[in-house]
């Protein structure tokens, strides 16, 4: 198996008191998959990713990559992040080149960055900013660089949550066709249902607290999936459901204390 999640637990403890966030997470993902983590606030779905990334260490459980046991971040794992987290004093190819600084041969590594920049459509902007760039120029830097790093799986933390719609879309056609060109394995976090669908192979729909995989889905629909394609509306209202009776679950929670 490609990616292995197995029998993951994840305990904080603080002051004596345990928060379990995460219970008996299973999942194996194949290489090449588009893969969607979809779920309510504070079920988990972040912690999971970066547990993946090598950021966090699981309470029980572990996760293999390739057959090794992930301990600690990794060259073999890109990830992006809601924020674009650039370096605000490097240009846009200087925070993509930075990423790849231990490449030796520098004229292949200036045409690696340029390669990944051109396709995200940022080949213009070479030498701008960040702080010249709007939120979704910035991301679409954030992805070229950790596709420039050649990982073996690419991990996206609600990597379009704070741009305006519009952006959202237009960056959700480009990554998907970035996903058919390249066909690495993405693991992706978001709050959007329709997002989910749109991208993914396969969604993996997480419960309440402590998170649980409830669901586990394969899209069959055919590219590019329209809200008016019938299985992505089947898909959207039975997703919709799952998720309006956990939340409910939160609701009646909160009620009893």
Known sequence: MFL??????KVYTQQNVENKVLSSINVDIQEGEFVSILGPSGCGKSTLLSMVAGLLKPTEGEIRLKGSVITKPGKDRGMVFQQAALF???TVEENVLFAI?????????EKRAL??????????????YPHELSGGMQQRVSIARALAMDPTVLLMDE?????DEQTRLRLQQELET???????????????????IKLSD????????????????????????????????????????????????????????
């Open 101 to 109: 600084r231990d490449m030796k041969d520098t004229e292949e590594r």
């Open 178 to 196: 970035i996903w058919l060109q390249t066909k690495k394995t993405v693991l992706f976090v978001t709050h959007s249902i329709h997002e989910s």
């Open 88 to 90: 605000p004093w490097m």
């Open 4 to 9: 292995q999640i197995s029998d993951i637990t």
């Open 202 to 257: 396969r969604i993996l729909v997480m419960g309440t607290r402590p998170g649980t995989i409830i669901a586990d889905i394969k899209v069959d629909a055919a590219r590019p999936r329209l809200r008016t394609n019938e299985e992505v509306a089947r898909l959207e209202s039975q997703i919709s459901a799952m998720l309006e009776k956990e939340i409910d679950k939160v609701v009646e929670e909160e009620l009893r204390r």
């Open 159 to 163: 990597p379009f949550g704070a741009l």
């Open 115 to 128: 390669h990944y920049l051109k396709m995200v459509q940022l080949g213009s902007n070479l030498k701008q």
